[in-house]
């Protein structure tokens, strides 16, 4: 992928016209999230530094392993951005880390302006990756939990 910024792009995006299309793709190709993949190998490279397994990752995160496995292989789409916050705090990835990991996969970053979004950024931050811990801080400040809805163990 380039190093292009997004708001590079955009900025280039706002003054282009329709004929400059092919252009704009052509010269900003390398810029573009191309392999999906992307997230599965970014994903288990950062756990790799850790070194935390993956069948450890799905049982912290509290996935089963079929389950888990087809989402951070991308084999399977989820639309719930809970699921790759939960796997990101199972690995112990920083808030940079978990940013790049739901950025790949194609969520929104934590965004410092949503309350739920900050409370779980400052957990992050201060090395809390304890799920009952973060689900009380959540629960303090009347927000919802990093609950799993559907593939428990």
């Not at 190093?3 to 016209?17: A, F, G, V, W």
């Not at 997230?39 to 850790?50: E, G, I, P, Q």
């Amino acid at each position: 992928m380039d190093n292009k910024s997004t708001k590079y792009l955009d900025d280039i995006l706002k003054n282009s016209k329709l004929d400059e299309i092919q252009d704009f793709l052509n010269s900003n190709q390398k810029a573009f999230i191309k392999n999906k993949k992307e997230f599965s190998f970014y994903f288990k490279d950062v756990l790799l530094t850790k070194g935390i397994m993956l069948k450890d990752l799905y049982s912290f995160a509290g996935y089963k392993e079929s389950y888990a496995s087809k989402i951070i292989n991308m084999e399977k789409h989820t639309k719930d951005r809970d699921v790759i916050i939960r796997f990101c705090i199972a690995g112990r990835f920083t808030q940079k880390e978990t940013n790049k990991a739901l950025k790949l996969y194609g969520f929104n970053e934590l965004y410092s302006k949503d309350n739920r979004d900050a409370v779980i950024a400052i957990a992050i931050n201060n090395g809390v990756y304890d799920f009952a811990t973060i689900d009380d801080l959540l629960e303090k400040y009347h927000l919802r939990i990093l609950s799993r809805p559907q593939e428990k163990i």
